[in-house]
């Protein structure tokens, strides 16, 4: 069992990741890849994945066992940043004695399938060869089972944020912890959830990061280190044949033929809200163009735009989200 103990300084200081965290994806994704559990959620994307995995991926194996423990130097915090090279770098450049802490922490577990390999040791030391292999497998893991993805794992992240943001405009804060049933249960001041050992965090005025993943399994995940800022990794909602979905680019490709390949970006990019300003520098496009194909897609019905102070939101409709999801409206 898991509890986490809130303050009422903490409880104002909860918030929600914005985007997937690309290193808890890498080794929530890892795990779930070499194990056999949600067969229905995950079986295809095995069956695509694994023939892609190669010699890059086995340190992996050696660092991410299914069960026990997982070196937290391999999710640290990224501060908001949600770019793969900048996150590989912050792992790679993880201090000595953080490094031999955690491996040690690792080759003491009881669940370790294997011995560490001799590899692990010059992680430990920190030696440049070493690190430049780990980094080498992490960006192998995303790039042959998040890549083709990344997709529809950010869209069902936005989704989720959306979920959580109606709970905190329903009930704030109280609102928003309560929501996650059942795989968190709010027991104030406790926050608790199932977990293989027992554990007790104190936040002690810190206050919490609840990051939404993909490929979190079943129930939330931690890092062990309580010295390190508070997080907890919770799993989120998915949809049968994902994997298929966003194996190839033939539902964006039928998208753009449609509505145009920069209008299908824009509304791509205002599932959960996004500005005129925040669309022309995520596109690379000018604010008077932004306007000119929202428009279009406002006169369709695929957007809404509401203006908030100096700025015009836009978000997408119902009709929006089905287009992007391949979903016939109904009439």
């Given at each position: 069992m898991l509890r986490v103990h809130f303050t009422a300084d903490d409880l104002a200081r909860v918030r929600v990741a914005a985007a997937p965290d690309p290193l808890w994806e890498i080794t929530n994704?890892?795990?779930?890849?070499?194990?056999?559990?949600?067969?229905?959620?995950?079986?295809?994307?095995?069956?695509?994945?694994?023939?892609?995995m190669g010699r890059a991926h086995s340190l992996l194996a050696a660092l991410l066992p299914t069960r026990g423990y997982s070196?937290?130097?391999?999710?640290?915090?990224?501060?908001?940043?949600?770019?793969?090279?900048?996150?590989?770098e912050t792992v790679l450049g993880t201090p000595r004695l953080r490094l031999r802490r955690d491996l040690a922490l690792l080759a003491a577990s009881a669940h370790r399938p294997h011995p560490m390999p001799p590899l692990t040791r010059g992680l430990a030391e920190g030696e440049p060869t070493a690190l430049r292999r780990l980094g080498s497998a992490l960006q192998a893991q995303h790039h042959s089972a998040l890549a083709p993805f990344w997709g529809r794992i950010e869209a069902q992240v936005d989704a989720d944020r959306a979920l959580r943001a109606r709970s905190v405009l329903d009930g704030g804060t109280d609102g928003l912890l309560a929501g996650f049933r059942p795989v968190l249960r709010w027991c104030p001041p406790v926050l608790e959830a199932d977990y293989p050992v027992e554990r007790t965090v104190y936040l002690g005025g810190r206050g919490l990061l609840l990051q939404p993943s993909f490929f979190c399994l079943r129930r939330p995940v931690t890092v062990a280190d309580e010295t390190q800022t508070p997080v907890l990794v919770y799993p989120i909602q998915h949809t049968l044949g994902w994997a298929l979905e966003g194996a190839g680019a033939e539902g964006k490709a039928s998208l753009a033929a449609l509505i145009g390949r920069t209008?299908?970006?824009?509304?791509?990019?205002?599932?959960?809200?996004?500005?005129?300003?925040?669309?022309?520098?995520?596109?690379?496009?000018?604010?008077a163009a932004v306007s000119q194909h929202t428009a279009v897609l406002r006169h369709g019905g695929l957007l809404v735009s509401v203006r908030r102070g100096r700025h015009v939101l836009h978000t997408s409709t119902p009709t929006g989200l089905a287009l992007l999801n391949g979903v016939r409206p109904s009439v």
């Open positions: 994704s890892f795990q779930a890849l070499i194990s056999k559990d949600a067969p229905l959620l995950f079986g295809q994307w095995r069956s695509l994945v694994r023939p892609r070196p937290d130097f391999l999710t640290p915090d990224l501060r908001g940043s949600s770019g793969l090279a900048s996150a590989v209008r299908a970006a824009i509304l791509e990019n205002v599932v959960m809200g996004a500005t005129t300003g925040e669309l022309a520098g995520r596109l690379g496009i000018s604010g």
